[in-house]
């Protein structure tokens, strides 16, 4: 028995070399006709094939063509960096930095206000995803570059800085001067949330009108009875001057502090020096406040429904 499972798996062996070739050979031609069928279709869709001297070069000792030893050299360096554009930017901003950093400088707060572009304004002229962490970098050197001494500025700087400049400076804004008219009044106006007021201020004996109504039929409220006239009492003027005034829009509490901002303002026109008395009490500045909008599945702006467990 022995014997006979040696010559079998004798036999066995010696077939199986005829098996695996027979099936290499099916495989190689089958191959073949792929790429006969593949060069054919390729021959009829594309244009064929250029020969850039490889095969008449190889092993023949000559010199091959332009076009095989050539390559493409990109236009920058940082070209690799899949942020070019914004690498040449800011290496070019630090190299001005470095050139000219022993310049003159102006005191912090000196230098003349700029309004930069912001990150997302930046993003429309770069076609790049760059991140806000790194257009600070570029803001951080502009910043520094703005404060060489005026006189002494070079040309070149400006130049580079001026694509990172807004189209609109808003610092460069004037702002209008309150004239006093022929009658002794002085307008103002003052805004908040979404109330406007309009108010004329001229000399007297502290009379208010509000909407043709008095002071306390406009507002039941004596906070905003208060916050109207806050202006003319934080600098002991209620009983010099008369007001007049126009209000709209929003409740009562925005109109009064739209009152006091227009109040103030036309103040600060018969008396400019108590500008420093109204910003300490808070009647310069605009508050910018509003009522933030409802998000949908919230109840308000925030709040969220009550969960129920069960």
Same mark, same amino acid.
């Given at each position: ?146 404060? +060489? ?30 004239? +006093? ?130």
């Amino acid at each position: 028995m022995k014997g006979i499972v040696a010559a079998s798996s004798f036999v066995k062996a010696l077939q199986r070399p005829r098996k695996y070739a027979f099936r290499h050979q099916c495989l190689c031609e089958r191959k073949q006709h792929i790429r006969t069928f593949s060069a054919t279709r390729r021959s009829a869709i594309a244009a064929p094939e250029i020969d850039f001297g490889e095969s008449a070069g190889r092993g023949t000792g000559k010199e091959l063509g332009p076009l095989r030893v050539a390559r493409v050299v990109p236009a920058s360096p940082s070209y690799f960096t899949a942020k070019p554009e914004f690498t040449d930017s800011l290496l070019e901003l630090q190299t001005l930095l470095r050139r000219y950093e022993g310049l003159p400088v102006l005191a912090p707060g000196h230098a003349p206000r700029v309004a930069w572009k912001t990150h997302a304004q930046y993003l429309a002229t770069v076609a790049e995803p760059v991140k806000t962490a790194r257009y600070s970098k570029i803001l951080k050197v502009l910043h520094r570059l703005n404060h +060489i001494h005026p006189s002494l500025m070079p040309e070149e700087v400006l130049e580079a800085m001026q694509p990172y400049k807004r189209d609109v400076n808003p610092y460069e804004n004037i702002r209008k001067e309150i004239v +006093i008219d022929q009658f002794g009044r002085a307008r103002g106006v003052g805004r908040r949330k979404t109330s406007s007021a309009v108010a004329w201020v001229v000399e007297g004996d502290g009379a208010v009108m509000v909407n043709g109504k008095s002071l306390s039929q406009m507002f039941g409220r004596i906070h905003d009875r208060e916050s109207a006239l806050w202006p003319l009492k934080a600098t002991a003027r209620l009983e010099r001057y008369n007001v007049f005034a126009l209000v709209k829009g929003g409740g009562t509490t925005g109109q009064s502090e739209a009152l006091t901002l227009a109040v103030s303002n036309a103040l600060m026109a018969h008396e400019p020096r108590l500008k420093p008395a109204l910003r300490r009490a808070g009647c310069v500045t605009r508050d910018p406040r509003r009522v933030e909008r409802k998000k949908h599945g919230k109840v308000k702006a925030r709040k969220m429904p009550t969960w129920v467990k069960r």
